[in-house]
């Protein structure tokens, strides 16, 4: 293994992840990301692997930690496919639960050892302002909301190995996620708009700028919390 220090982020090559490694790695700092399609304008270490597959995210995982010193990781994968309570089905909920949750439990595993090694570490995980409840994604919210337990519970676990467990929770983002599940003139995309305070989406790079500073030296006496970056949504009377 190297001696050189990667933040691993899931989920890395468009949207929030990539605004991050795009910061990071103008900075000059290393990163590994992992998508599931390769991308040739991707700065540094690029892993292929489907997160939401048990046995593929666990081989990359672990070649991943073979071969890297991952002392940051951000758990940014994700997976909404909006469905009502009736229409939920098995195999929709285990692929939101497994690409949230699983992802990010079996991406945590894997890195803790060399971080309670190094005794310094930063573990940040991905939410969204989902967490306080979502009209018709009922299943997004509970696993972001799920997201919200395991940072506060690894947070108490880890607090005297100095990692801190964080999570940034964002509220509507344009990305291709969020043009997939809102697409333009959808009545769900004209009443999250309205429903912001601030009057309009967030950019990627302004999700990047909260992780980022919840990654640095900076941030190093805060742990266990939850950060909402979300032009004031999660304050707002109006969930959608
Ligand atoms: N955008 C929003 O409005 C919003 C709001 C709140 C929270 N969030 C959360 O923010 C995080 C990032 O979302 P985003 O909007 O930035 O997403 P995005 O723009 O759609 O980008 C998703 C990234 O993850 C990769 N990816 C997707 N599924 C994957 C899988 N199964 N295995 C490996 N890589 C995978 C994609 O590459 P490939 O397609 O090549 O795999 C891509 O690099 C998610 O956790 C999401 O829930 C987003």
Same mark, same amino acid.
């Given at each position: 293994?190297?001696?050189?220090?990667f933040?691993?982020i899931?989920?890395?090559?468009?949207?929030?992840?990539?605004a991050?490694? =795009?910061?990071?790695h103008q900075?000059?700092?290393r990163?590994i990301g992992?998508?599931?399609?390769?991308d =040739?304008?991707?700065?540094d270490?690029?892993?292929?692997a489907?997160?939401s597959?048990?046995?593929?995210?666990?081989d990359?995982l672990?070649s991943?930690?073979?071969?890297?010193?991952v002392?940051?990781l951000v758990?940014?994968?994700?997976?909404n496919?909006?469905q009502?309570?009736?229409?939920?089905?098995?195999?929709m909920?285990q692929k939101?639960? =497994?690409?949230?949750?699983?992802?990010?439990v079996?991406?945590?595993?894997a890195?803790?050892p060399h971080m309670?090694?190094?005794?310094?570490?930063r573990?940040?995980?991905?939410?969204?302002?989902?967490?306080l409840?979502?009209k018709?994604?009922?299943?997004?919210a509970?696993?972001?909301?799920a997201?919200v337990?395991?940072t506060?519970s690894?947070?108490?676990?880890l607090?005297?190995d100095?990692i801190?467990?964080n999570c940034?929770?964002p509220g509507?983002?344009?990305?291709?996620?969020?043009?997939r599940n809102?697409p333009?003139?959808?009545?769900s995309r004209?009443?999250?708009?309205?429903s912001?305070p601030m009057?309009?989406?967030?950019?990627?790079?302004?999700?990047? =700028?909260?992780?980022?500073y919840?990654l640095?030296?900076?941030?190093?006496?805060?742990?266990g919390?939850?950060l909402f970056v979300?032009?004031?949504?999660s304050?707002s009377q109006?969930?959608?």
């Open positions: 293994m190297s001696n050189i220090e933040t691993l899931t989920g890395a090559t468009k949207g929030i992840g990539r991050l490694v =795009d910061r990071l900075r000059g700092e990163v992992v998508s599931r399609s390769h =040739d304008s991707f700065p270490v690029l892993i292929t489907d997160l597959d048990p046995i593929a995210r666990r990359a672990a991943i930690v073979r071969e890297y010193g002392t940051r758990n940014n994968v994700g997976f496919q909006m009502a309570l009736e229409n939920i089905t098995p195999a909920y939101v639960m =497994d690409t949230n949750l699983a992802a990010m079996d991406a945590t595993q890195v803790c309670r090694q190094r005794k310094q570490g573990i940040v995980n991905i939410a969204s302002r989902s967490l409840g979502r018709g994604g009922s299943v997004y509970a696993a972001k909301a997201m337990g395991f506060r690894w947070a108490l676990e607090a005297r100095g801190t467990v940034v929770a509507p983002v344009s990305t291709d996620m969020f043009e809102n333009p003139g959808s009545e004209q009443l999250l708009t309205q912001i009057g309009r989406m967030g950019k990627p790079e302004e999700v990047a =700028d909260l992780i980022d919840v640095s030296d900076g941030a190093s006496f805060i742990t919390q939850t979300c032009g004031g949504s304050i109006q969930h959608f």
